[in-house]
């Protein structure tokens, strides 16, 4: 800050002699140098209080006569003006008395070519240079400009009191004055520096702050993407299998059937209810995938009207009868009798009940038992489908409805299923204005409850 304030007081000083030669030079164009002219640039140009004018022979043109100290002062600093000086021009400062002068070669004046000695003014200097440029420079602090002895030529404020910090010295415009800087009373260089270092601390701490958590930001957003990279992969695996499985099946009953390998006419049957079972089981993951394409591009529209539920869960129930008895399970229905009318997409319904009695199915082990019942509670109807297979940890229960999320564990590697059967049957239920849930322990089974809300009577 003094070093950038010195520099400013000195360029300005050094701009103002150069517009008042500039001045005086337009003075002096008359062939015969008009005292009054010069008085009036005099007055015009405050930052010198006396001017003297020399021409190359030595002749004294201003001012018409001076004392005999004057005259001798000058004739000594007359003498050590060399004569490139004259021949090259320019402007110099020098010492004269206790003050500095200026002296400078005026060019194109009708007498040739003149020497300018331009004693400064104090009083005009800090008025007109030194308060102009210092102002708004401080701040808290307070700025003095000091001559050779010390004594001050400018403050903006009393100095009682307060600390010196620094000197700096002025270039050659200013050669024995110095600028000072003080810290006013109670504000310490030292407190000032300590209370930056404390700030500039903090920030370091909130921008390393910022920094890792963009980073922590951008490491969960990229381990985002690459799992659900990964998941869609999955997906388009495990979706192959489930199409395969039942295209194998229903191409193998139908060569055997074509090849006429058919002993009696019972087993013929049992073939084509074999293939009309897979072709519906096709049929189903075929909907699940089209229907989550659907919901994915917010195109999926459902028909919702007042219906009854009993015939929906007994018809979901129906259309896994044969791969439920392949299996050995036992399947328990209990629909609670009088059940109200409730607002329902019916083939939607199918599907979602459709989808959680083929997780049941998927998940059991030994214990092959499967319970659907379905009552009211209240103002809703629930709809619960259980089993007693593997379960589900507590901490997974929130993201099983997520779109192609399995459970990542060794018992469930070898069971095939697309990732998005359960996030389906969520999307369904919440259409319809109710809620799915789920209730599951390790090795004790899981029981998920679609609970459906019962419009009001009108």
């Not at 199918?350 to 092959?368: E, G, I, P, T």
Request: proline share 4%; hydrophobic share 45%.
């Amino acid at each position: 800050m003094a070093n950038m304030a010195a520099e400013k007081v000195e360029m300005a000083v050094l701009k103002g002699e150069e517009a008042a030669c500039a001045g005086l030079q337009l003075a002096i164009l008359d062939p015969h140098v008009a005292p009054e002219r010069i008085e009036a640039w005099k007055r015009q140009t405050p930052i010198f209080d006396r001017a003297y004018l020399f021409d190359r022979s030595g002749k004294l043109l201003y001012p018409a006569q001076v004392s005999e100290a004057e005259a001798t002062t000058l004739a000594a600093l007359r003498g050590e003006i060399a004569p490139g000086f004259w021949d090259r021009g320019g402007r110099r400062h020098v010492r004269l008395e206790e003050q500095v002068a200026l002296v400078s070669v005026i060019q194109g004046s009708p007498l040739g070519r003149l020497l300018a000695i331009l004693v400064r003014s104090e009083q005009g200097l800090r008025r007109d240079i030194i308060e102009k440029t210092l102002v708004g420079l401080e701040g808290q602090s307070v700025v003095a400009v000091l001559d050779g002895s010390d004594r001050v030529i400018y403050a903006a404020r009393p100095l009682e009191r307060s600390q010196h910090v620094l000197t700096v010295a002025f270039g050659e415009a200013l050669p024995s004055w110095r600028l000072a800087l003080y810290a006013p009373a109670g504000v310490s260089p030292r407190d000032a520096v300590r209370r930056q270092t404390v700030l500039f601390t903090a920030v370091l701490i909130l921008l390393l702050g910022v920094i890792a958590l963009g980073l922590g930001a951008s490491y969960r957003l990229v381990r985002r993407e690459s799992e659900m990279a990964r998941l869609k992969s999955d997906f388009v695996a495990n979706v192959s299998h489930d199409l395969k499985t039942p295209v194998a099946l229903i191409r193998m009953f139908g060569e055997t059937l074509e090849m006429n390998r058919v002993p009696n006419e019972a087993t013929r049957r049992e073939y084509y209810g074999v293939i009309a079972r897979e072709s519906e089981r096709l049929t189903r993951r075929i909907d699940n995938v089209l229907d989550f394409s659907r919901i994915e591009g917010g195109r999926q529209r459902y028909e919702i009207a007042r219906g009854h539920l009993e015939p929906v869960v007994h018809e979901a129930i129906e259309a896994f009868r044969y791969p439920l008895a392949q299996q050995g399970f036992k399947v328990h229905v209990e629909v609670e009798p009088d059940l109200p009318e409730v607002a329902l997409d019916t083939e939607a319904i199918k599907q979602a009940l459709a989808n959680l009695v083929d997780n049941a199915m998927k998940y059991s082990d030994a214990r092959r038992h499967i319970g659907v019942t379905a009552r009211r509670v209240g103002g809703e109807v629930k709809i619960e489908i259980s089993d007693e297979g593997i379960g589900i940890a507590a901490r997974e229960h929130a993201r099983i409805f997520e779109k192609f999320y399995r459970i990542g564990r060794s018992e469930t590697q070898g069971r095939r299923g697309s990732g998005v059967g359960l996030a389906l049957v969520k999307h369904i239920v919440e259409a319809h204005g109710g809620r799915v849930t789920v209730d599951s322990r390790p090795g004790e089974g899981s029981r998920f409850t679609i609970h459906l809300p019962v419009p009001a009577v009108p």
